[in-house]
């Protein structure tokens, strides 16, 4: 359990019962009203909360948030999840695919328009770095607003990396 100004986190792991919290942490950096944001790893998400997030931003047109189905079955079967809850809405996420000691891929990271540039996508990842093992190494397909981000954090562009689109098959 941590506890950091700010902030509150939670940590809960699936099928361990509910969740433990930290004591609450108010927020007041550079004059900006207080905020209470409560972290939370692998909690449940439900898909309407998670589509709603991702139609408030750029995200919503490389995404396919009308296909119910599919949203969820990119919920369920992420083994990672961290979320970021104001007032018990959920305001940012981070939603991983990983091995825990080789690589963690974070197929989404995505902060309500409202609470961007407040360190929120940031504290998203620290946990997703906390959450899996020392030598796991982070990997993501930064979508073209959030080009200048990933470099301004730490993150180092990687030209090694090839993908096959859903609509192409192996060569014969
Ligand atoms: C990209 C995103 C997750 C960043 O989250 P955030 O909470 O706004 O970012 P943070 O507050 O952690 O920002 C940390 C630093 O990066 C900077 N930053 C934030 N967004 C940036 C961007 N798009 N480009 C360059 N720098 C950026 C911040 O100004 C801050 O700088 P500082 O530490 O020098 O003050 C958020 O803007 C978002 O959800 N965008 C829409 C969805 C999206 O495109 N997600 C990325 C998918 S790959």
Redesign the pocket.
Known sequence: MEILSGFQLITQVPGSGPPVSATDGLDSREGREMKNIVFKINPLVSVYDFVALIKS???ADRRPVDDIQRMEDMLKNSNLIITATLEGKLVGIARVLTDMSWVAYISD???TPEL???????RLLKEVRGSVNECCKLL?L??P??R??YP??GFREEKRGWVLPPDKEILE
């Open positions: 931003t750029q995200l990271l995505i902060v961007q540039k407040q360190g929120v996508g940031k993501l930064a979508a607003s959030a200048g981000y301004h954090i």
